[in-house]
């Protein structure tokens, strides 16, 4: 089975902290993803990355960077916490088959992460 | 602009059928995803459908039709856990999936 795991199930922050989401996946999967969930709105992305330091923005890159050193890890970092970062943040990875066509996104337990 | 349309809530009785639609403009099409998301967890993958058509997979099936640019996930003899979120996803032409905002279905008994 594949798995992702998150560092964090609840993390609790204030404004101007710098903050880390670790993400690790066990199936050596090419892609990962980094997602924001809020109420009323679909999955968001922020970014997603298809090889070890290689990095693209998503839909909603302002105010977070990510780092991925190795292949199965991917961090999403919030350089100076606000208010509005306040989310559900989900991390996904997934395979890209020899067509070069992604396969279904495989998603960690997610982060709830809130910004006092 | 890139769009996905499902209901925001339905409702259904435990042992019933339900049908929960979804229509999509996206920039390209490569295949389109339902993913089933419970409450406080991360979403899990149920279909995904690139040619039209019916694709069946125990009690849930999922249809496409591209010219329509419309999908329905079915759900038959209703269970209490399928009380969940289901999220539709388009894969545009980029490779991306467009997610839409999800739809809440609460099963009464």
């Known amino acids: 089975d594949v798995k992702v795991t998150q560092s964090s199930r609840y993390l609790v922050k204030r404004t101007g902290e710098k903050v880390f989401l670790e993400c690790v996946q066990d199936m050596d999967h090419e892609n990962m993803f980094w997602y924001r969930q809020d109420p009323g709105l679909g999955l968001r992305l922020i970014y997603f990355s298809y090889d070890v330091k290689m990095k693209e923005k998503g839909d909603i890159p302002e105010g977070y960077s990510v780092s991925r050193e190795k292949k199965e890890r991917f961090s999403l970092i919030l350089e100076s916490a606000s208010t509005n970062q306040t989310s559900m943040y989900l991390c996904a990875s997934s395979f890209i088959g020899t067509s070069g066509v992604s396969y279904e996104q495989y998603f960690g337990p997610g982060t709830r992460l809130t910004v006092t | 602009g890139q769009n996905i349309d499902q209901p925001t809530e339905m409702t259904a009785t435990e042992g019933a059928i339900v049908q929960i639609n979804c229509t999509y403009q996206?920039?390209?099409?490569?295949?389109l995803f339902w993913y089933q998301q419970h409450a406080g967890e991360a979403p899990t993958f149920l279909s995904y459908?690139?040619l039209d058509g019916l694709e069946e997979k125990g009690r849930f099936s999922s249809f496409l039709s591209r010219s329509k640019g419309y999908s329905y996930l079915l759900l038959k003899e209703l269970q209490m856990k399928d009380s969940a979120s289901y999220l539709c996803a388009v894969m545009d032409s980029n490779y991306q999936l467009i997610w839409g905002a999800g739809t809440k279905l609460i099963i009464k008994p």
């Open positions: 459908n690139v």
């Open positions: 996206t920039s390209g099409f490569n295949g």
